[in-house]
């Protein structure tokens, strides 16, 4: 009786495993679409109810959705640990942490009046909307987008230090020369302006009253804009840089000389190959 149990159980976690983590079967591209439609109409309820007029009229329909599509993400949560023969790997991972804290919010909000409203971190899940409909050059271009960004994160750093010192010292300067009712009533406060203005940002609640002071705004907007082209410039550089390095390891591999099989005559075999891959005589 055990091992019928025992095997019933294997058989579900391998037909769930085949539909949850799948995507070559029309189940698991099914549940993945499905995944993805309550993934997005989950988003637009938070949103909706947090305009007035809408949450008033449909305050019971929005609560009650939310909550049902709550539950279906939480049964496919457990579902996806349940499946894995390595459960634990899922759960540290990105994709199992965003799916953990996309559940959170709704429960947390019996205890945190809200804390729902954090719901809208599920749209995070759309990420996987590049592997369910296998856009793999999507995929790689994501790798080789990130490679560049940490490749590039020594010389950002360097340069965020120097954005950094500037803000600060720009910032003393425009403390010392502005008068108090200008808004500058203390250097972090004159810090938050330089910060603001050099990045074109200018949200106008602090504005420099003398001419001095309004030379130096001046100045510093002008170097916001090479500023902000910096990181731009810095990550577009590596990311080349890997492009180039990866074209130049396709093209070496291609020119790479090939072998002939004497059976049936095929030319595309490596060099290094002991067998012929469309015959499988040896060479």
Known sequence: MKTILK??????????YIIIY????????????????????????????????????????????????????????????VSNDKPWRYIFSFYGIVDLLSLLPMYLSFFVPGSKVLA????LRLLRIFRILSLVHFTE????????????????????????????????????IEPRTSGFTSIPRSIYWCIVTLTTVGYGDI????TLGQVIAAIIMILGYGIIAVPTGIVSSEYSRLQNKTHKRLEKKAEQPKQKCSSCGETKI??????????????
């Open 207 to 210: 504005a420099p009253a003398t």
């Open 270 to 283: 490596p060099n290094n190959a002991i067998y012929c891959h469309k015959c499988g005589s040896i060479l």
């Open 141 to 176: 271009q994501a790798n080789s987008l990130q490679t560049a960004i940490k490749a590039s994160r020594a010389k950002i750093l360097v340069f965020i230090y120097f954005v950094l010192v500037i803000c600060v010292l720009l910032g003393t300067l425009m403390y010392m």
């Open 22 to 81: 799948g995507t070559n079967t029309f189940l698991g591209r099914l549940f993945d679409l499905l995944l993805l439609f309550f993934i997005i109409v989950s988003c637009l309820l938070v949103m909706l109810e947090s305009v007035e007029n809408i949450d008033i009229r449909f305050h019971t329909l929005l609560l009650v959705l939310e909550w049902l599509i709550t539950g279906f993400f939480t049964i496919e949560y457990i579902l996806r640990i």
């Open 7 to 16: 095997s019933k159980y294997d058989i579900f976690k391998q037909q769930a």
């Open 120 to 123: 809208t971190i599920r749209i």
